[in-house]
């Protein structure tokens, strides 16, 4: 989020209570749990913009000279293709359009991070006064939500086992489970090597979705909480011009962790889904 547009909240609670106040969740009871109903709200949102936008280029699509939107979405489809098609090389008529949704959509999510940082605030202040807007908690970057990155990390996960077991059948993923990666001859060395392989191959199931969502979710809580940090030089007139060059300086490097790490993001879940397909 940007450093540049913060209000007197900050010097008026503390960078402390400022910092607290921007990383808490607009939550609620659903089916007797807690909701981030921020989260929810904006990933939604920005899934809704781009189904609406890509479409609206496909519709109009031309086989002449492009139009400016079109020749980028071009680029986005050709680029994520070329990525699908260096690392599966099956039917990519489901996978080529699952990673250019999850591209997209991890990269709309991560920008959400270069608004202004108090710009929920602000919006509530104009309807609602100030005194509702300390109180009113609303999160603009979904993927610095853990709840969000695993959810999708889980999604990935599901797929892998939905397509190892459409790829080898029940009986070849049982049997790849116990064993593989080591196997031996003769009735006695199988045995033996049942529960390490199983071990492994549970280990290394459970390891994808884990490191796929913290790695996202680490990367964006960061650099939500770094722009935080930078907003708290803006209270001060001592440090307002240190804060400024701070904030440009992390903001264009953060441009970068954003795009990156949609790009990580997809990558993997393509490989994941791929290795899928693979026997040992």
Known sequence: ????????????????????????????????????????????????????????????AT???????????????????????????????????????????VLFMNTMDLLPLDIGNGIVTLLHGHAVAEHTYFRMVPTADLNTTVAMALSIFLLTLFYSIKAKGFGGFGKELLTAPFHTEGPVGKVAMVLPNLILNLVEYLSKPVSLSMRLFGNMYAGELVFMLIAG???????????????????????????????????LSVVYIAMAHEHH
């Open 1 to 60: 989020m940007s450093a540049e547009n913060t209000t007197p909240t900050a010097a008026s609670e503390g960078l402390s209570g400022y910092i607290q106040h921007h990383l808490t969740h607009d939550t609620g009871m659903v089916l007797g749990g807690t909701f981030h109903w921020d989260s929810w709200l904006v990933s939604l949102g920005l899934g809704a913009i781009f189904c609406i936008w890509f479409g609206l280029m496909a519709r109009r």
């Open 233 to 267: 030089l803006l209270t001060s007139w001592i440090t307002f011009i240190p804060g400024v060059i701070a904030g440009a300086l992390w903001g264009g490097f953060h441009i970068l962790i954003i795009v990156l790490q949609a790009f990580i993001f997809m990558v």
């Open 63 to 105: 086989s002449g000279v492009p139009s400016k939107g079109q020749a980028f979405v071009e680029i986005v489809i050709e680029f994520v293709d070329n990525q699908v098609k260096d690392v599966f090389h099956g039917d990519r008529r489901f996978l080529g359009p699952l990673a250019l949704t999850i591209f997209m959509w």
